[in-house]
């Protein structure tokens, strides 16, 4: 029973290994620290399964309260292609929310780099926008833009637009001084500057911000969702099956939610390895 | 393999050429926070003639880097008149005749050795100036095995040979180097001071005038054994209280370190450096 998600679990942290070694090929050395990564925390999990399993069947507990693990994985399995369907949705209301807010922090804060005026003028708003509750404006969204997923990317980009925001200015800015003065001699323009200099300088800080925008997009689209309820996506199910009582599908989508969050991070730790010249270890906090 | 006119030596300074540097009553004052001025350059006044290499040595704060940064454009003066080639120094950065140098090598850490050489040449590209063939400018200063190797991976010497190439890679008439090879350990740092003189003295342009130098630094043997002609400053405020010429011939060798003329200008620097100030100024102002 339990076999079956482990194998959706291991398939994540190859990346990771893909990326140490930047070789694509995985040679049995390098398998031995993987299992040495994964295996301890896929045997906590089963462990803690097999603990409710039996806390739930010995002591006869309302499958309205607390359903059976192997029930939940049942499920995840038996309806597996409306929690992929599902989770798709959400995926994209995450990636499409990240990528308006990433974009949108990304040129703020190559402005606000540039000009002191700039920088008074937007990061104010920012902080204001930011220190708002989300979920307190999501009834405006919706009658603004509709049931659609003009409201749920925009609260996505919402709630993941500031740690970009805050670290791209810190990376535009993160410039040698005696570097800024050799463009200066050559006469480079502020383009120049910003291409060769500035942009580069900021793609760590970047994949800092991303690394924690990607699990905040996902909050984002499945709080949405919630308000969308009925409109799909995981936040959708969640919340219809919570009305219906059908604890064991809320948990199957929420597995789904996990495993997309953990696929998300990945993500952008393999692309880190990949396009940045410096690799952060610890991401920077908002 | 190149195309290029063959590199020729060349260091004699030409009296009749264009000068590389004149300064007429070139100040430099800083409005401090209490609305104070703070003097960082008294009126200063100075000829540098085409392919001299001119060293200033001067105690810390003493205002060499302001005077150097002024020359290069990169601090605009209070008052007076910079010529850098008979034009302002934003001209000179405009046609690119000038190869800027620092204490630390400032090296893009994303960029190979051979991109970071490129780097000048890349820039607001304008073919105002023969571009030394990269392969032989890396030959030259013994990076060729080391082209693809990213910054961090190479010595502080060989990260500054880097940086001296990068700077000779426009083949500028000016070299503006504000201490070089202070970050160097003592051994690298003599092997390194000869090795500027070569760089200095080759060119690809035989009809240009010869290449000129300012060279700031705070060893009067450095000084001494690489320049046509020593500025000594004096504390802050400072100004040029000595100008002594270095006669020793070229190409300088190790050797020369030990002759007696040698000796005896080192010995004119120390004392010009000791020469009690101007009772005028007080030593702690400001």
């Known amino acids: ?286 | 393999m190149s195309q290029l006119p063959p590199l020729v030596i060349k260091h004699p300074i030409e009296p009749d050429a264009e000068p590389a540097i004149r300064l007429t009553d070139v100040r430099l004052t800083y409005v401090t926070k209490d609305g104070g001025a703070l003097e960082a350059l008294p009126p200063t006044s100075l000829t540098i003639r085409a392919g001299e290499f001119t060293a200033l040595v001067g105690p810390s704060g003493c205002g060499k880097t302001s005077l150097m940064r002024i020359v290069a454009g990169l601090t605009a003066a209070t008052a007076g008149d910079v010529q850098v080639f008979g034009q302002p120094p934003k001209q000179a950065q405009r046609h690119k005749q000038l190869g800027l140098v620092f204490q630390d090598a400032a090296l893009l850490a994303w960029r190979s050795v051979e991109d970071n050489v490129r780097l000048g040449l890349q820039l607001n590209p304008r073919q105002t100036h023969s571009s030394t063939e990269i392969d032989e400018l890396l030959e030259i200063v013994g990076l060729s095995a080391f082209r693809r190797y990213r910054p961090a991976e190479l010595s502080g010497g060989m990260q500054q040979r880097a940086a001296l190439a990068r700077a000779l890679a426009i083949d500028p008439p000016l070299l503006l180097l504000d201490e070089p090879f202070a970050a160097l350990d003592e051994i690298t740092r003599e092997q390194m001071r000869y090795e500027l003189e070569r760089l200095w003295s080759i060119s690809h342009n035989p009809t240009e005038p010869p290449r000129s130098a300012v060279f700031v630094t705070h060893s009067v043997t450095e000084a001494v054994a690489i320049a046509d002609r020593v500025l000594v400053m004096s504390p802050r405020p400072g100004r040029i209280i000595a100008d002594i010429p270095i006669t020793t011939p070229r190409p300088r060798r190790p050797e020369h370190e030990h002759s007696d003329r040698f000796m005896n200008d080192v010995a004119n620097v120390r004392s010009a450096l000791r020469a009690p100030t101007t009772p005028a100024v007080p030593l702690d102002a400001a």
């Open chain 1, 1 to 286: 029973m339990v076999s079956e998600p482990l194998r959706e679990v291991e398939s994540l942290p190859v990346g990771s290994v893909v990326a140490s070694s930047r070789r694509m090929a995985l040679s049995l050395p390098e398998l031995r620290p993987l299992l040495q990564w994964i295996a301890p925390p896929l045997v906590a999990l089963a462990l803690v399964a097999i603990a409710v399993e039996v806390w739930v069947r010995v002591g006869d507990v309302s499958i309205w309260l607390m359903p059976r693990p192997s029930m939940v994985l049942e499920n995840f399995f038996g309806e597996f292609g409306r929690y992929v369907s599902e989770g798709l949705r959400t995926l994209a209301v995450s990636l499409g929310g990240l990528a308006l807010g990433t974009l949108a922090a990304t040129l703020l804060a190559a402005g606000v780099a540039h000009s002191t005026l700039l920088e008074r003028a937007i990061l104010p708003v920012a902080i204001m926008v930011k220190v708002t509750p989300v979920v307190a404006v999501i009834p405006l969204l919706i009658v603004w833009l509709g049931y659609g997923w003009e409201p749920k990317i925009t609260i996505a980009a919402l709630i993941t637009y500031f740690p970009v925001l805050i670290n791209a200015i810190a990376g535009f800015r993160d410039v040698d001084p005696r570097m800024h003065d050799f463009f200066r001699s050559v006469d480079a323009s502020t383009w120049e500057i910003f291409r060769h200099l500035r942009w580069p300088a900021a793609v760590p800080f970047l994949f800092a911000a991303l690394k924690i925008s990607v699990t905040l997009s996902l909050i984002g689209a499945v709080v949405a969702e919630f308000f969308a309820a009925g409109q799909g996506g995981l936040g959708g199910v969640i919340w219809v099956e919570q009305n219906n009582l059908r604890l064991e599908k809320v948990f199957a989508a929420v597995l789904m939610l996990t495993l997309i969050g953990i696929t998300l991070s990945t993500a952008v730790v393999v692309a880190e390895r990949l396009f940045s010249w410096r690799i952060d270890q610890s991401a920077t906090s908002t």
